[in-house]
Structure formats: C-alpha cells, structure tokens
C-alpha cells in the first residue's frame, strides 16, 4: 500500500505511526510504517493554489495507486462549506478533516474491493438497481425541464385540495332508522 501524505494528512501517518512496535528512540514516520508491516512512506511539500487550475491535478494523498488530487479535495472543501450557514463564522484553514474522510472513503472501498465483495451477487444487484433508478432521474430530469405550470391549472387543482368539508355523525341503533 502506498500513502503519499500532504501536509493535512496526519490521521493517516497517526494510525500508522500507532501500529508500530514501541521502540527505545522515537521512530521516523518511514521506519514506523516499516515496523507495522507497511511498505515504504513516501512524501513530498508542495506550495500550491488550492483552487487553481494549474494545480488541479496534484496528487494530494494515494490510496493503492488510487490518487486524491487537489481538485476532489478542493470541491469535497466546497460542498462542505456549501453545507453551513453564509453567516457562519470563517474557521481556520485546517483541510485534515475534510483529507482524513476522502482517505478513509478510498481505504474502505479498497479494503471492500480486496474482500471481494465487488463480486457478491448481492452488490451486483444493488448496483444495477441504482443504475437503473438513476438512468430513469436523469431521463425524467431532462424531459420535465422545459415542462412549464399553467398557473390557472395550479391554482384550480390548489383550490380543489385545500376544499373544507362539513360533516355532522348521528349514531342509531337499527339500519331502518338509518335510512
């Protein structure tokens, strides 16, 4: 397995960092991963524009041969700040968070991927249920997106809904009473 850890990374290098044996001298990130059984740790600092297009495709972290660039983590970042309040008050600029979930996202599917249950008839099944439901969303968003409401139509069908009732029970004892 090979992890490329940016600075915002530390949760990772922390769960390997803990899997190592304890030593007498603190261990170096590298020797650690080597001591629980991982391969080689390799990283590397780069100074980069988190939202340029220049730099969209830095690989920010690796799971497996599997990058994270700096685009998916820039657009994860956005769709979480998309998620808060515009009032909200500026946090600081701490990515870690946001970097730990993508990494722990691609270290589950593989993990999945490597138990074989890619290959479970079950997931199969699920899968092509999803495709088939998304297929009919997209379809149904892309035929209703010109469809205009006729706002007389709107109104009448609102109005026919929101119609009250009045309605009195008498309770009697025989059926010809009823009638």
């Known amino acids: 397995m090979t992890l490329l850890l940016g600075p915002a990374a530390k949760t990772v290098l ?10 007498a001298a603190p261990p170096t990130p590298a020797r650690a991963a080597a001591d629980a059984g991982f ?6 600092f780069v100074m980069a524009h988190l939202f340029s297009d220049d730099s969209a495709t830095l690989t920010v972290a690796a ?7 700096l685009k998916e983590l820039s657009s994860a970042l ?10 909200a008050k500026a946090g600081k600029k701490d990515f870690t968070p946001v970097l730990d979930r993508i ?3 691609r270290l589950i599917a593989f993990e999945a991927r490597e138990m074989g249950m890619d290959d479970l008839p079950e997931f ?12 009919q969303e997209i379809l149904k968003a892309q035929m209703t997106a010109s469809a205009k409401a006729d706002p ?25 009473d009823a009638k």
């Open 14 to 23: 922390g769960m390997l960092l803990a899997a190592a044996p304890p030593a």
């Open 39 to 44: 391969p080689e740790l390799s990283y590397e």
């Open 63 to 69: 799971v497996e041969n599997d990058a994270i660039t």
């Open 78 to 87: 956005a769709d979480a700040h998309s998620a808060h309040d515009a009032q």
């Open 103 to 105: 990494i722990e996202a």
């Open 124 to 135: 199969k099944q699920t899968i092509d249920e999803y495709r088939t439901t998304a297929a």
């Open 152 to 176: 007389a139509e709107t109104e009448r069908l609102y109005k026919e809904a929101i119609r009250e009732w009045k309605v009195r029970s008498v309770l009697v004892t025989q059926e010809d």
